[in-house]
C-alpha cells in the first residue's frame, strides 16, 4: 500500500515540476534495484537517453531506481499488474517465479568469463530463455551482464570451511542456497534493498555480489573483509509484458527494441571498468580487507559445488543442462 501512494506521489511530483516534456505522448516506467552508477543503473540511463533523443521527446522513460517503488519482490508483480512497464531483475530472481531454468547462470564456476556466458545468451539457449517468458505473457526483451560475485563477511571467506555456520544473504534462487548450504552456510533469502541494513544488524553475515553492489550500497561500512572469490556470474535480463509491447505502434517498438539494445552493448562495455572502479575505491579508501583465493582454495570451493550441478539437473532436466554444456564449448 505505502509503495501505491509513493508511486502516485512520485508521479505527481514528477508533473509538477514539470519533469514530465508536455510533449511526451507516452511514459515508460522502469523499475531496478541497485543504485544509478552501477552497471545496470547506466545502463538504464543510456536507454532512457536514447529513446528520448530518437523519439525527439515524444516517448519519456521514468526510471525508478534503488527498489524506490518496487523491491525484489514485488517489482515483476509490478510489471504483471501494469503498474510498471520494464523490469530489469538479475537473472537469479526469475527460478522463484516459475522459471527454474534460468538458475543454470547461478551454477558455481561454471562460467570462466562473460564472454562464456555471451555464448550462451547469444545463441539457442538465451533464445529459448526469453521465449520461456511468455509463459506468464512477458517478453523478454535481452540479456546483459554485471560480472563475477565475491564473498564478503566480518572474515575472509576463502574456502569451505570458512563458511561453517555463517548465515549469508541469498537472492531468491535454490541455485544459489544450494550453493552456501554446499560450502557450510546457511542460506537467507532478503531482497536487495534491506541486504546492507540486516548485514549491519547482524541479522546475516555475509552476502556474495559484484564490487560494484558491494561498493554502491556501502556495504564495506558494515562488512570488514571482502574476498575475490569470482565463483558465480551476475547478470539481468530486462523484461516487459506483453500487453505492453503490443500496445505500442510497429515502428516505436522497433525505436524502443534499438535503443535497449544499443544501451545493452554499452552497459556490457563499462560493467567491467565500473566493477575495476569499485575494487579500486576499496583498496584506496582501505575500506574493507580484500583476499584472493589461492588456486588450492578455490579447487575445493569448485569441488564442494559438485552436488549442486547435479541437484538443478534432476530439477530441469540434464537434457537442458547438456545443451549448455555443450554451447559453452
Ligand atoms: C542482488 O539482489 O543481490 C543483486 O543481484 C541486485 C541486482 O539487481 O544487481
Known amino acids: 500500500r505505502r509503495r501505491w501512494l509513493q508511486a502516485a506521489a512520485v508521479a505527481g511530483a514528477g508533473l509538477l515540476t514539470g519533469h514530465a516534456s508536455a510533449a511526451a505522448e507516452r511514459t515508460i516506467r522502469l523499475s531496478h534495484v541497485v543504485a544509478r552508477d552501477t552497471p545496470k543503473g547506466m545502463a538504464l540511463e543510456r536507454f532512457r537517453a536514447l529513446v528520448e533523443e530518437r523519439s525527439r521527446g515524444r516517448i519519456r522513460v521514468q526510471i525508478y531506481p534503488q527498489g524506490q517503488l518496487y523491491g525484489d519482490h514485488d517489482e515483476m508483480q509490478a510489471l504483471q499488474l501494469g503498474a510498471v512497464d520494464m523490469v530489469a531483475p538479475s537473472l537469479s530472481k526469475f527460478g522463484p517465479i516459475g522459471f527454474p531454468e534460468f538458475e543454470l547462470f547461478d551454477l558455481p ?64 534462487s535454490r541455485v544459489i542456497a544450494q550453493q552456501m548450504r554446499a560450502w557450510g552456510a546457511v542460506p537467507v533469502t532478503l531482497p536487495f534493498s534491506e541486504t546492507r541494513r540486516a548485514l549491519e544488524t547482524r541479522v546475516v553475515d555475509g552476502t556474495e555480489n559484484p564490487v560494484s553492489n558491494f561498493w554502491t550500497q556501502g556495504m564495506q561500512a558494515v562488512q570488514s573483509d571482502l574476498s575475490l572469490t569470482a565463483h558465480g556470474y551476475l547478470g539481468y535480463a530486462v523484461v516487459t509484458h506483453q500487453r ?4 505500442l505502434p510497429n515502428a516505436d517498438r522497433r525505436m524502443v527494441q534499438e535503443a535497449l539494445d544499443d544501451a545493452l552493448v554499452f552497459g556490457n562495455e563499462i560493467a567491467d571498468a565500473q566493477n575495476d572502479k569499485a575494487l579500486a575505491a576499496l583498496h584506496l579508501t582501505g575500506a574493507a580487507n580484500i583476499h584472493n583465493p589461492s588456486s588450492a582454495q578455490t579447487r575445493l570451493l569448485q569441488q564442494a559445488s559438485r552436488p549442486v550441478h547435479a541437484e538443478l539437473a534432476a530439477r530441469i532436466g540434464q537434457d537442458w543442462l547438456t545443451k549448455v554444456q555443450n554451447a559453452l564449448i
Open 244 to 247: 505492453f509491447w503490443e500496445n
Open 109 to 172: 564456476f561454471l562460467f570462466d568469463s562473460v564472454e562464456a556466458v555471451r555464448s550462451l545468451t547469444r545463441g539457442k539457449v538465451g533464445h529459448t530463455l526469453l521465449q520461456g517468458l511468455s509463459r506468464q505473457r512477458l517478453m523478454g526483451l535481452g540479456f546483459f551482464d554485471n560480472g563475477f560475485k565475491h564473498m564478503s563477511a566480518n572474515k575472509p571467506l576463502l574456502e569451505p570451511r570458512d563458511f561453517a555456520g555463517l548465515r549469508m544473504r541469498i537472492q531468491g
